[in-house]
């Protein structure tokens, strides 16, 4: 049974659609909406409250949640760092007349930003 197991993730493993699916750029987008999608219905379907209940599930002193949250994310944003310091060292971003809209843009953001927030403090 081992056996057949191993000679069907193999095979599986070496099939032209596996590889090309993964080396595709768009995989990991499908794989995050059918994601988002799954959760969406489970949360909202007659299955919510035991799925709501599997995030506070208790793994190595702490909620699945809790290393969802801290773990995966800290390896995401460090993913995006790496990215992006190679797309300016190398990459699309690597000269400055290419660069300045998405700087222009992330600072614009970072702006506008502290002023809603400013603004918020000040109304309350």
């Known amino acids: 049974m081992k056996v057949k197991i191993e000679k069907a993730i193999k095979k599986i493993y070496n099939s032209d659609l596996f590889n090309e699916f993964f080396n595709n750029e768009k995989s990991?987008?499908?794989?995050?909406i059918g994601c988002t999608i799954f959760s969406l219905f489970m949360a909202n379907s007659f299955f919510g409250p035991q799925y709501l209940q599997t995030w506070?599930?208790?793994f190595w002193g702490e909620s699945l949640e809790y290393w969802i949250n801290d773990g995966l994310m800290t390896l995401f944003f460090l993913l995006i760092g790496l990215e992006l310091k190679r797309e300016v060292l190398e990459g699309e971003l690597s000269n400055l007349k290419d660069a300045m809209l998405?700087?222009?843009a992330g600072t614009r953001w970072d702006v506008d930003s502290c002023r809603f927030v400013f603004a918020f403090k000040l109304w309350h």
Not at 28 to 32: C, D, K
Request: net charge positive; aromatic share 10%.
């Open 28 to 32: 990991s987008g499908l794989v995050l």
């Open 102 to 104: 998405p700087i222009f």
């Open 56 to 58: 506070h599930t208790k």
